[in-house]
């Protein structure tokens, strides 16, 4: 038993040198945030003002995964629009109109801008605030922008829950609350509120919640823990309301969710010896399930293109927990207040690099033959075609991956590519 708790000092790795890169990208835009986001919250509606583009990405994006009437479509602008010929304002107003007669359990329409509504600079605050004084305030609007000219993949759901931030009442609370924000699973967030439960943490509220309207409050009193690395924003927009956000890995692994875990428990002052109880028998079993597939992976090389501003936290588990040598670890933004945790927990010869120019990139990992690469659609099947094992991306935002019970799946989706590769060179 451990006598203090494993916290991870917030002061440390910061300095570590960045190789920042400005060039081509390959990623999506903000609108895919929209698919998890509508599932998390139940009652809202996302309304893409966008073309026939971007109803396509989403249409495509999401056809797997709908079985029901979607809470998500898009306002298509017609070249008419863009070119300034109609009153946009109008047929705005006709297509929520349309929709709230038909979804009367919406409470909350969401109207998401993209690239052609911000080329028309077409002003969705106003449109939000002149629907919401005709709908409201049975129904809310909010407005935010998913445009691949401002936000890249995972910064549509930041700019969302950034965009909730006004709506949250002042909290009056004189005893701490803990904040976790960020989309989680159902299922995962039961699982932490069981956790937190047991360890004497609370009240513990989570953004988004299944509702858009029943919105956490925030304070002085309210500390933050980020669920997701990629609510960097909203964190900042939080912390001016007066919340605290707490420094820690994020949950990923047997060993990052203990410290993350553990930094809410140094925050109340929970006994090591309690939080020890408390987490062993799930840490173990959670540290049983990724060493099944250690054997596999330790050793191999990993390259990581960025994607979805998770790979910082990722590379920490792929180092610490599975023992693959990482590359290079390529983050389409990097953080370095809120990912400096797991930052400080990389090792010192591993390349970190932010942003992107494509080709250079691409180079590097082919002069280097990584065993793996953790990248994007557009890049898998090129790399693939070269011999090279990949890992999409994109199934680390869309499989529950956090916390003590997904630890084990966190572990195989990378040990199937690599088994492969080996089955097939026997
Ligand atoms: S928002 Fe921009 S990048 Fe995204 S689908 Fe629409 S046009 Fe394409």
Redesign the pocket.
Known sequence: MSGALPVVAPQAGCDRPVLKERGQREVF?G?TGILWLHRKMQDAFFLIV??R??AH?MQSAAGVMIFAEPRFGTAVMEEKDLAGMAVLDDELDRVVQRLLARRPELKTVFLVG???SEVIKLDLNRASERLETQFGPDVRFIHYS????ETTFTQGEDACLKALVPRLEASHETEPSLLVVGTLADVVEEQFLRLFDALGIGPVRFLPGRSARALPPIGPETRILLAQPWVNETARALEDRGGRVLQAPYPLGAEGTTAWLAAAASEWGVDPAHFEAVVAAPRDRARRAVARFRPTLEGSSAFLFPDSQIEVPLGRFLDQELGLRLIEVGTPHLDSQFAQADLALLPDDVTVSEGQDVDRQLDRCRAARPDLVVCGLGLANPLEAEGIRTKWAIELVFTPVQGYEQAGDLAELFHRPVDRARRLAV
């Not at 998913?146 to 000219?149: C, K, N, T």
């Open positions: 835009c609108l966008g073309s583009t971007c990405l993209s690239c052609p998913g445009s691949g000219i």
